[in-house]
C-alpha cells in the first residue's frame, strides 16, 4: 500500500471473460476506502501542522490555546473514526472474498 490503488479493478477479459464479478466490486471499495483513509490521513496531518501553528504563535493567550487543544482533539477524534471505518470496511471485504463464503458464489 505505498501510494494510490487503481480504481479500474476489471474489464472485458475479467473472470474468463464475464466481465466484472462480485469480488471486482469487492477489491473496487477496498482501493477506494484505501484511497481515501491517505487522503484523510494528509488532511490531518495539515490540521495538526495548523494546530501546531496556532500554538506556537498563541503568544500565552489562554483563549487560542485552549482553541488550538479543543481543535486538535476534533481531528484527533475524526482520524480515528476515520481508522475504525477502515478496519470494519477491511474486516468485511476479506470476509467476502474468501473462497468459501456462502458457497463462493459467482455472479
Partial sequence: MPG???LIVCDETSNGGAGCGF???ITLVN???T???LLGTLFATAGFV???IKLLTAGGDE???KEAKASAMSILKGFVV???AWLIVYTITSTL???TFLGAIKY
Fill in 23 to 25: 469480488n471486482d466490486l
Fill in 82 to 84: 476515520i481508522l475504525a
Fill in 50 to 52: 495548523y494546530i501546531g
Fill in 35 to 37: 484511497d481515501l483513509i
Fill in 63 to 65: 483563549g487560542a490555546m
Fill in 4 to 6: 494510490w490503488e487503481t
Fill in 31 to 33: 482501493h477506494l476506502v
Fill in 97 to 99: 472474498m474468501v473462497d
